[in-house]
């Protein structure tokens, strides 16, 4: 029996210290470019929960290019929410290249809510203050946003605009409207601006039609929102989230039959095929349907590939057109043996007969249990030395500040790799001698020499004798 577990538990330490890394490490290693690194940062947060990866997620989205300027922003603002420093100057070096500047402001307070439901913008929000620059512009991340002019709700106007990343933004006057109280009067105006603005700015227009119908809750205007967003060449993200949008608050309606034609071409239109290469026998996932093959939007997939023995691959990918992945398993760190049970007629024969070697011939200690828990406590040692060289390493990244001299990106993103370096050998390498010193504990107590035991009857009972 001692054998069996020595052997099995020789298995799990070659496993643990020497095995291939998780799939998403292996990504991150491999990785060479920003978009992949993005991705694989993205999934390591959603399966580490470390805040340091929304950074590193935010700085590689950002080296992707300006069509992911929002990604960016999203991942650099929560990374700041969570404490990482570093992502205050990563903020501050997005915005140069990704903000949309706004001239022609009129002069007075200025404030500013995301659009609800448009791109870039989530459920309906409070005005937050819009600041002003010295030369009377504005900044403005990419998204649809209803700017207010004034501070008094009731005698303010406001504009509606779309920013894109690096662009400039004039007012004009003609599309800044006066709302009144009334709720079904307000969605009128924003109705208006919508179907005037359509054959300019389909997003400006979609936005007000947004506005429109979160005034009046009515999904009319979700289905000018969706028709103003799938003009070719159509936004499909925009223009599915209205037509869903108008679904959901329409069950029995005169124009749901017209919304639910208008998707299924939305559809046919923006669709492109996403095709998993896998193992044979592997079962593959794509969003929420298992199969290898499936029609998606561009964007956006989590792909995940299980098969039996093998370690679970689950990643996101990005879709821009016809896409073929393939994903290769790796084999699962072999599990500890089950030790041998005991029968119950062993434990029964062992009241009835002598158990264990003679006494006058004790058998020797195996050196193994020893050697098992000297070798375990150094290992424990050594793995709570990286993890005391992981807590310093952490306070100097915390006392990194953008504005010190010498700091940089790259010293900061150097410092988390050795923080998390240091983190990941101590605590495998603490781990694994912890469980060697249990492990040989067991043993030696397993193996200490049994005296003979003898049960012998008499006639008013029975008489045990032995050595204990």
């Known amino acids: 029996m001692s054998a069996r577990w020595v052997g099995g538990w020789a298995a799990l330490w070659v496993a643990s210290a020497g095995a291939a890394l998780p799939p998403v490490a292996a990504r991150l290693a491999q990785a ?7 991705l694989a940062h993205d999934d390591r947060h959603r399966l580490v929960g470390e805040a340091i990866d929304l950074w590193r997620a935010g700085e590689a989205y950002a080296a992707a290019g300006p069509a992911f300027c929002a990604d960016a922003h999203d991942r650099m603002v929560a990374a700041e929410a969570a404490g990482v420093s570093a992502a205050t100057a990563g903020l501050a070096r997005l915005a140069s290249g990704c903000q949309a500047t706004v001239r022609g402001l009129p002069a007075g307070a200025l404030w500013v809510r995301p ?15 819009l600041p002003r620059a010295a030369d009377g512009t504005a900044r403005l991340w990419p998204g649809a946003w209803q700017v207010r002019l004034g501070t008094d709700d009731a005698a303010a106007r406001f504009w509606t605009t779309c920013a894109a990343p690096g662009a400039t933004v004039a007012v004009d006057a003609a599309d800044v409207v006066t709302l009144p109280a009334e709720p079904k009067a307000r969605s009128k105006v924003h109705n208006t601006q919508g179907q005037r603005r359509a054959a300019t700015d389909r ?17 009319t205007y979700l289905f000018n929102a969706g028709l103003a967003l799938a003009t070719a060449p159509a936004d499909c993200h925009g223009a599915r989230a209205a037509f869903d949008a108008f679904l959901a608050r329409c069950n029995v309606c005169r124009d749901r039959a017209d919304v639910l034609a208008r998707r299924k071409a939305l559809e046919q239109t923006c669709e492109v095929s996403l095709a998993v290469k896998a193992p044979p026998g592997a079962r593959v996932r794509i969003d929420d349907v298992e199969s290898p ?35 290769a398993l790796t084999p699962e760190p072999p599990t500890l043996p089950e030790p041998p049970a005991q029968g119950a007629g062993e434990a029964a024969g062992a009241l009835t007969a002598a158990v264990g070697p003679d006494p006058a011939e004790p058998p020797a200690r195996s050196p193994v249990p020893l050697s098992l828990m000297v070798g375990g406590g150094v290992l424990a040692v050594v793995g709570g030395g990286f993890l005391v060289g992981a807590e310093m390493t952490d306070g100097s990244l915390a006392d990194l500040r ?16 050795e923080r998390d370096l240091l983190r990941l050998s101590g605590g495998i390498t603490t781990g694994v001698g912890l469980a ?33």
């Open 293 to 327: 093959t499936r029609l998606v939007f561009p964007g956006r997939h989590r792909v995940r590939v299980t098969a039996p023995g093998q370690t679970p691959d689950d990643r996101t990918v990005w879709v821009a057109g016809d896409t073929r992945v393939e994903i």
């Open 32 to 38: 060479t470019a920003p978009l992949e690194r993005a």
């Open 203 to 219: 997003c400006a227009a979609a936005a007000a039609f947004r506005l429109a119908a979160e005034a009046a809750l009515s999904e």
């Open 115 to 129: 659009v609800p439901g448009a791109a870039g913008g989530g459920p309906a929000a409070a005005f937050a203050p």
């Open 402 to 417: 953008p504005n010190t001299p010498g700091a940089s990106r790259t010293k900061a993103e150097s410092l988390a790799e």
């Open 436 to 468: 060697l010193v249990g492990l040989g504990a067991w043993l030696w107590l397993d193996d200490a020499p049994a005296g003979g035991v003898t049960v012998a009857p008499m006639t008013n009972g029975f008489a045990v004798g032995g050595q204990f």
